[in-house]
Every structure is written in C-alpha cells, then in structure tokens.
C-alpha cells in the first residue's frame, strides 16, 4: 500500500522568504507525484507533476520540486514566497503502472505568508 | 472549458438519512474520482470509474456507500443510512484517460460539504 507524509503541518514565513516542504512516500514500484494546492475557498489545484525524466520539475507561480529517489521525496520549494502564496499545500502520489490511478494523499501542509 | 463541477455545495441531514451527491466531469474525460477528506486529513479515495464501470471501489468504507455512472458521464455518490461520522467534505475528480498512464491528471471539483446532525 502506498503512503505519504508530509512532515510540516503548518509553516509560518514572512514575505520573501524561502519555502520547503518535505514530502516522503512508501511504495514498491514507480510512481507519479504531483503537488496539489488548495487556496483559501478554493478547490484543489495541480501545482506540479512528475512523471518521469528530468527529477527537478517546474510548476506555476514559481514552484519547483525536486524528486530524490533513493530518499524517497519530492519536496516543494520555492525561493521567494508572496502572501498570495498562503495555501494549504498536498502531496500525493500514485502508481505508475498496475495500481491504479487512485491517487493518496499527505495530510498536507497549511502555509501562511505575513506580509 | 468548464472543470469538475458538484452538486450540492453544502448538504446538512439527519443521521439515517439518504443523501446523494452529484459530480459533472469535465467534457471528454473517461476516468472519474470520488475521495473524501475529513478535517485536517488529506483527501481519501473511495472509489474510481472508467467509463460506466467502478474499476476500483477498494476505498469505500462500507456497504453504505454506493456510486453509479450509468452513462460514463455523470457520476452520484450515495450514501444510505448516514452517521455522524460521514460528515466531511466529499471530492470528485476526472481525468483524460485514468490508469496510472503518464501525464494523465486528476482535476478536482469544488466539493459537497455534508454535514450530518
């Protein structure tokens, strides 16, 4: 069965700083992982994907996250955050093959932003 | 294009009751999603369509729980005999082609947000 845990429940950060989230996961085989964000009031969203090939992926409004498979991670990161940015953060992971494509979930990660 | 839409946004019942909840996929999409997130937890998968038929229920929590996707479009979640317990913010999702295949995505709607009394 496959988990994922995302290790920050809430981070506090002033304007312009640095943001990373760690996100680890358990499965056997391949996976996909994908960062979901969920604005406040709003449905969830795709940030970013990672599906194969290059292991640092781009997403929108900044974001990047970076697959390590021998730690099992794929930790979001973002070099400036703005107020907008503040969000409840998911990570998720699903099999690349033979699984499925049900995707599971970290409890996530509340991100607030003071200007 | 229109995303994931669901019907009702917030739905309150009285224990033992039925409800049904209704998801309208994005045009075109084969596979669809319901999950349910309870407060402070991630999403949880219950069940998953491609096309007409349920290709994995393995996340309903009981024989309580059914959906349906008579048409490959339109999907309704229903639940019988409600608890308490039930109350928690039920998701739906679609996505090209389902599968694990590479690149397929999973768009999410806005949520039902049942409430049981």
């Known amino acids: 069965a496959q988990s994922v845990s995302q290790h920050n429940h809430h981070v506090i950060l002033s304007e312009a700083a640095s943001l990373e989230l760690g996100c680890n996961y358990s499965y056997g085989g391949t996976v996909n992982l994908f960062w979901y964000v969920q604005y406040p009031g709003q449905h969830l969203q795709l940030l970013l994907k990672y599906f194969s090939g290059d292991p640092l992926v781009k997403g929108i409004k900044g974001f990047e996250a970076e697959f390590i498979k021998s730690k099992f991670s794929f930790n979001l990161r973002k070099p400036s955050v703005q107020w907008s940015d503040t969000a409840e953060y998911f990570c998720a992971v699903n099999a690349a093959t033979g699984g499925g494509n049900k995707l599971t979930f970290g409890t996530g990660t509340q991100l607030k932003v003071e200007l | 294009g229109a995303g994931v839409s669901q019907t009702p946004s917030n739905k309150v019942t009285e224990k033992g009751k039925y409800v049904e909840l209704r998801c309208d996929p994005i045009?075109?999409?084969?596979?669809l999603y319901w999950y349910r997130q309870s407060l402070g937890q991630g999403p949880e998968f219950l069940i998953y369509?491609?096309?007409?038929?349920?290709?994995?229920d393995s996340g309903l929590p009981n024989d309580r729980f059914f959906a349906v996707r008579p048409e490959g479009s339109v999907s309704t979640l229903k639940i019988q005999r409600t608890e308490r317990g039930d109350s928690a913010v039920y998701l739906c999702?679609?996505?090209?082609?389902?599968?694990?295949?590479?690149?397929?995505?999973?768009?999410f709607g806005p949520g039902t947000r049942l409430t049981v009394l």
């Open positions: 369509f491609q096309g007409t038929g349920a290709a994995d």
């Open positions: 045009s075109g999409h084969t596979a």
């Open positions: 999702a679609s996505s090209l082609t389902g599968g694990g295949a590479a690149g397929d995505t999973q768009y």
